[in-house]
């Protein structure tokens, strides 16, 4: 099986982007709470990078692969 490889652009990316709207605006897209991203998953992720954004954030915290964000913080 291959190994996948994070790509640090994009994680540093992540890092730098805060959340423009709702409940948790202003507040960096790594550091929203677990619940919020997973509510998009269900409800349907925004369009354009930002949900493309949010569905990565999702699938790092769904998989339990947060320590990535570790060096970013």
Known sequence: M???TPDP???LELAETKMPFGKYAGRLLIDLPEPYVVW???KGFPSGKLGK???TVYVIKA???EHLFDPLR
């Open 2 to 4: 291959e190994e996948l």
């Open 40 to 42: 998009f998953k269900q």
């Open 9 to 11: 652009k994009l994680l």
């Open 63 to 65: 998989n339990g692969l």
């Open 53 to 55: 954004q949010l569905e």
